[in-house]
């Protein structure tokens, strides 16, 4: 068993296994994978575990879904993996304001989606807001203004693994 699976897209998959404190963790995400993706998936031979982390909804925006479609989707999404694992506590990783972003206009957008999915989990979910260690800092992107540096993913799991172990140790 797992202390904590991650799925969603590229941003979690490139983070490949990360190493948080003593958390055993499974890396399950797959690039360029929209929020409906996870929703149509079959769970039925998913790793065990008593925490899961989900970040979707970045791609959702690229292939043009509403603000409206995406936050709906992810609290769907949310709302069925808590069905199928009741005794799995979830954990959603806001999508991340970002250089991409930046330069498509859709910073405000992002904060819209990020609020109201805040919003959502505030009662049975837990919501990470990415953009408290990245920051839209251009230092942690590579080139394409989307994709984290190998640099920001060691600065994120050094400064997350206090926090999710925290997360890991704590009930709700």
Known sequence: MYDIVM?????FEFWQQPKFDKLIA???AIRSTQ???????????????????????????????TPKQITRNVCALLDKLSAKFPNTRLGYFSIMQCPQK???????VIKQINNEINAYCAHQYDFF???????????WF???????????YQ???????????KWVNTTR
């Open 129 to 139: 807001n990415f953009n408290d260690f990245i920051e839209n800092d251009p230092k």
């Open 26 to 28: 499974k890396n399950c």
């Open 7 to 11: 799925i969603g897209s590229s941003i």
């Open 35 to 65: 929020t409906k993706d996870w929703l149509d998936k079959s769970y039925d031979n998913w790793p065990a575990s008593s925490h899961m982390l989900i970040y979707c909804g970045s791609n959702d925006l690229i292939f043009g879904n």
């Open 155 to 165: 600065m994120l799991t050094r400064k997350l693994s206090p926090v999710l172990s």
């Open 102 to 108: 930046t330069e498509a206009r859709q910073f405000d």
């Open 142 to 152: 590579v080139d394409d203004g989307l994709h984290l540096t190998a640099q920001a």
